[in-house]
C-alpha cells in the first residue's frame, strides 16, 4: 500500500475526532503533507456538514393524535378485567352477553325518545358549558371515574380517556341520561379552557337522523353534526354509542374522536 | 444498547397510569425527530407516519427494557430502524435501480418556506444513497448519534457503522460536488467543529 492509500477511514476517524496519540498527530502530519487526503478530508467534511445542515421535517398534524389513539388502544388491551383479548377465549358467553344487550337496547328504544339525539346532547354540553349541568365527580383520574360510573350503576364498560396529550384535561363526570336511557357523561377542559364533553349510552347510530357529514376512520364510521357552533361526532362502539361534542374545530373535535374510538 | 440491557429489566410499573406518563415524558419528546428521519428513510410522509406510530407502539410495549437515564432517543431508533427493515424486506424484497430512486427523489417533498434549495439537493442525494449507508448518514451526522449508538440502531458492529458511514459520506460528498458543479456554484463548505 503506498503513501497515497495508507489512510482512508482513519481519516474520518481524525474528522469524527475517534483517534487518540499518536495516531492522530501521525495522520494529522500526513494530511498537511499529502494533498490527495487534505481534499479527500475536505469532501468528508463537507459531506458530514451539508447532512449536520438538514432541518428537522415538519410532522403530519395528526401524528400525535395517532400516536396517543394506539398508545390508548394498548393500554385497553392491557388492562385487567375482560379485555377483548380475553373474551377471544369466553367467545359463547360474549356473544349470549352480546345478545342480551341487543335484546335490551331494542326494548329501551323508542322513536319517540331518539327522535332528535343530536340536539339532546348538544343541550347537554350547553348545560354543562354554561354551569347549568353540575359534574357529580370532580376528578383528572379517568379510572376513577370509571368506578364512579360502575358504582352508580351503568350496565355497559365505561372507557373514560386521557386526552391530556391533546391538551384536553379530564374534569369529572356524571351519571345522566340521554333520550331517556342512562349515560356516562364526562368532560374535558382544552386550550383556553375550551370545554369537551363525551357522552355513552346504549343505543345504535341507526337511531340517529341523517348526518351532515360521515367519515371512516379505521373501520369505524363517524356521523359528524353540526348543532348552532357545536359539533358533535357519534360513533358506535359494540352496543355503545358515544359522542363528543365542542364548540372547537369542526377537525380538532374528529380527530379527538378518531383518538378515542375503538372498534368493537 | 445490547451492554446496557444486559445490566436487566427494570422493575414492572406498578400500574399502567405510571407506565404511560413516564413513557409519554421519556418517549413522546423525541418524535418530531423520528419523524424526521423515518422521512428520510421511507421517502414517504404515509410511511413515514406509519413507521413512527408502529415505533411507538413497540417501545410503549417493550417499556420495561428501557433503562431511565440512558439515551432513549437511540433506544427509540434502535425501533425504527429495525421496523423499517423488517417492512423493507416484506414489501419490497427487491432494491430499487438507481433509475426508480431517481424518480422517488424527484417526487420527494417540496421546499419549505424559508428552506435553502441547497438543502433539498442534500436530501435528493441523501434519499439516492444505498440504505445502509443512508442509515449510517442519517443516524450520526443528522441525529447526531454516537457510533456506537448508531451501531447499535443498525444492528451492526461499530466497525461496520464506521465503513458505512464512511462510504456514505463519500457518495453523498460526490453527488453533491457533481450537482454544485452542474449548477454552476459551489456547495457551501460549512465547517463544524
Redesign the interface.
Known amino acids: 500500500m503506498n503513501d497515497n492509500h495508507r489512510f482512508?477511514?482513519e481519516l474520518?476517524?481524525l474528522l469524527?475526532?475517534?483517534l487518540e496519540e499518536p495516531a492522530r498527530s501521525e495522520i494529522a502530519a500526513h494530511v498537511t503533507r499529502c494533498p490527495r487526503c487534505r481534499e479527500e478530508l475536505a469532501?468528508?467534511?463537507?459531506?458530514?456538514?451539508?447532512?449536520?445542515?438538514?432541518?428537522?421535517?415538519?410532522?403530519?398534524a395528526d401524528?400525535?393524535l395517532?400516536?396517543a389513539s394506539?398508545?390508548d388502544a394498548?393500554?385497553r388491551a392491557?388492562?385487567p378485567g375482560p379485555t377483548r383479548r380475553r373474551l377471544a377465549h369466553r367467545w359463547p358467553l360474549v356473544a349470549a352477553g352480546l345478545i342480551a344487550a341487543a335484546v335490551l337496547v331494542a326494548l329501551l328504544l323508542r322513536p319517540s325518545a331518539t327522535a332528535d339525539l343530536p340536539a339532546a346532547v348538544g343541550r347537554d354540553f350547553a348545560g354543562y358549558r354554561d354551569a347549568r349541568l353540575a359534574l357529580e365527580l370532580r376528578t383528572g383520574d379517568p379510572?376513577a371515574l370509571e368506578r364512579f360510573f360502575a358504582a352508580r350503576g351503568i350496565a355497559f364498560p365505561t372507557r373514560v380517556f386521557?386526552l391530556g396529550?391533546m391538551r384536553y384535561r379530564l374534569a369529572g363526570g356524571r351519571v345522566h341520561r340521554v333520550a331517556g336511557r342512562p349515560s356516562a357523561l364526562f368532560a374535558y377542559t382544552g386550550p383556553n379552557a375550551a370545554p369537551l364533553i363525551c357522552e355513552m349510552y346504549g343505543g345504535s347510530l341507526a337511531e340517529l337522523p341523517r348526518a351532515a357529514e360521515q367519515r371512516v376512520h379505521d373501520g369505524i364510521t363517524f356521523r359528524v353534526y353540526r348543532v348552532g357552533r357545536m359539533t358533535l361526532v357519534f360513533w358506535q362502539e359494540g352496543t355503545v354509542v358515544c359522542v363528543l361534542a365542542s364548540e372547537g374545530n369542526t377537525d380538532e373535535v374528529v380527530q379527538l374522536a378518531y383518538a378515542k374510538a375503538v372498534k368493537v | 444498547m445490547v451492554n446496557r440491557l444486559r445490566g436487566g429489566k427494570i422493575p414492572a410499573f406498578s400500574d399502567p397510569e405510571t407506565k404511560r406518563a413516564q413513557f409519554e415524558a421519556a418517549a413522546l419528546p423525541f418524535t418530531g425527530r423520528l419523524y424526521s428521519a423515518a422521512r428520510r428513510l421511507t421517502g414517504s410522509d404515509d410511511d413515514a407516519a406509519d413507521l413512527v406510530q408502529d415505533t411507538f407502539l413497540r417501545a410503549y410495549r417493550t417499556f420495561e427494557n428501557f433503562q431511565p437515564g440512558t439515551n432513549c432517543r437511540a433506544w427509540l431508533f434502535t425501533i425504527l430502524y429495525s421496523i423499517f427493515l423488517n417492512e423493507r424486506t416484506r414489501h419490497r424484497p427487491t432494491l430499487l435501480s438507481a433509475e426508480q430512486l431517481d424518480t422517488v427523489a424527484a417526487a420527494d417533498r417540496e421546499l419549505a418556506p424559508g428552506e435553502s434549495p441547497w438543502s433539498l439537493e442534500v436530501e435528493r442525494a441523501l434519499r439516492r444513497l444505498p440504505t445502509a449507508f443512508r442509515a449510517a448518514v442519517l443516524l450520526v451526522d443528522v441525529e447526531e448519534l454516537s457510533y456506537e449508538e448508531a451501531a447499535a440502531a443498525a444492528g451492526c458492529l461499530v466497525g461496520t457503522l464506521r465503513s458505512r458511514l464512511f462510504r456514505g459520506r463519500k457518495l453523498l460528498g460526490a453527488m453533491l460536488r457533481d450537482h454544485a458543479r452542474e449548477a454552476g456554484f459551489p456547495p457551501p463548505t460549512k465547517t463544524s467543529e
Open positions: 482512508d477511514e474520518q476517524d469524527d475526532g475517534r469532501a468528508l467534511e463537507r459531506a458530514r456538514a451539508a447532512a449536520r445542515g438538514l432541518p428537522p421535517l415538519a410532522e403530519p401524528l400525535a395517532r400516536i394506539v398508545l394498548e393500554d392491557s388492562a379510572a386521557d396529550m
